[in-house]
């Protein structure tokens, strides 16, 4: 009954302000989910599958739409549905060719998208990693990478097929590579392309391969590959060298070579996008008089001058110090340091004396009433001892 069913828009997710890109979007979703094919004897998926697709078929359709906003479920109910389907509801006029498409790679009762048949296509990318240190990152540098690589076979030219011979045309799927089923679905018939399993989609069936490269058409050798690794390169991120990747299928293009760069912790240095930052220790004496300190920077040192009064954790600038940007490498970050005030924990009986002098003439009088407490103290014990003597 209607007041049973769920309304369209909650079934899909979306907006009832939504636009025909995000509906589709939405079923694709839930169409991948809860397909029977992906969910071969599960009940309720199968339900919510039939749920979605009976909203998608109302909601992609502008005249469906308009009298479902107006009307709701009550618009279907009737002589609407003659066609069967989910609780007889008519999917006559829906297109799903293209979700299935996508989702499936399939033909779906006559799809607007054409398989890969046996046309020229591009080879696979080749996926490697490689170490570089903190400076190698900011600067740039060269690397060399060593692979393996696949070629043409140079007996058989690529074909596969022993020299003299060419490869046939495959007799199951007529060259093109790919074969048609057909099924009977809710939806009614359903055309599903899958590639030929006798020549792998190729189009082609090699009676007599060739010797040199067993009918791969590819022989594989060692070769070694310069990587040049850009200045300001983060962790994680990749050099793409075109066409180093695999060769391309039926004269197609080589793919390419994707080298995905990790970049070793720095001792001393963080790194935050194009800033660099660093703890930089002072003294009590430099933090309170000022004065030049060396800091060290991915430039190598360079003087600053500490102000007077300077308090711990105090943040400095070191403008044009940090990363250079990836796409210029003229425009460069900062390097920001804090300077931490260190207490030292060993101090000899002099520089001890030179501290509490310090600290009386910086005016610290609770010290300095504890000292003078200390010396009327002593001397009240040595007049005490005195008179005992004495009498």
């Avoid at 990836?326 to 900062?334: A, E, H, K, Q, W």
Wanted: charge should be positive; aromatic fraction near 8%; hydrophobic fraction near 30%.
């Amino acid at each position: 009954m209607a007041e049973s069913k769920r309304d369209y828009y909650e079934v899909l997710g979306i907006g009832k302000d939504a636009d025909d890109g995000a509906i589709k979007k939405a079923y694709r979703v839930l169409a991948k989910k809860y397909h029977p094919d992906m969910n071969p004897g599960d009940a309720e998926a199968e339900k919510k599958f039939k749920e979605a697709s009976e909203a998608y078929a109302v909601l992609s359709d502008p005249e469906k739409r308009r009298q479902y906003d107006q009307f709701g479920h009550a618009a279907f109910e009737g002589g609407a549905g003659g066609a069967g389907g989910f609780g007889g509801f008519d999917f006559s006029g829906a297109d799903f060719s293209d979700i299935f498409g996508d989702i499936f790679g399939d033909l779906f009762g006559g799809s607007r998208r054409g398989g890969r048949g046996n046309g020229p296509m591009r080879g696979a990318n080749i996926r490697k990693s490689i170490r570089i240190t903190f400076e190698e990152a900011i600067f740039g540098c060269e690397k060399e990478l060593e692979l393996i690589l696949k070629d043409s076979c140079t007996a058989c030219n690529g074909t596969g097929a022993k020299p003299g011979t060419s490869p046939e045309t495959c007799s199951k799927c007529g060259g093109k590579g790919q074969i048609v089923y057909a099924s009977q679905s809710f939806f009614g018939t359903v055309q599903n392309v899958q590639t030929c399993p006798t020549c792998g989609g190729s189009g082609k069936v090699i009676k007599e391969k060739c010797t040199s490269c067993s009918g791969t058409g590819y022989t594989s050798s060692k070769k070694k590959i310069q990587v040049s690794i850009p200045a300001g390169i983060d962790n994680g991120q990749s050099v793409r060298i075109r066409e180093k990747g695999e060769p391309g299928l039926n004269g197609g293009p080589r793919g390419d070579l994707l080298v995905e760069v990790n970049v070793s912790r720095h001792p001393i240095f963080q790194r935050q996008e194009m800033h660099i930052f660093s703890t930089v220790p002072i003294s009590f004496a430099q933090a309170a008089l000022g004065g030049d300190i060396r800091v060290a920077t991915v430039d190598g040192e360079v003087i600053y001058t500490v102000k007077p009064g300077t308090k711990t954790d105090t943040k400095v600038r070191l403008k044009g110090k940090g990363v250079p940007s990836l796409r210029d490498s003229r425009v460069r970050g900062d390097h920001y340091v804090t300077l931490v005030i260190q207490t030292p924990d060993r101090l000899s009986a002099e520089a001890k004396e030179a501290l509490r002098k310090f600290d009386q003439l910086a005016g610290n009088t609770l010290n300095q009433k504890a000292e003078e407490g200390k010396s009327k103290k002593k001397g009240f014990f040595k007049d005490k001892m005195k008179e005992v003597f004495e009498e």
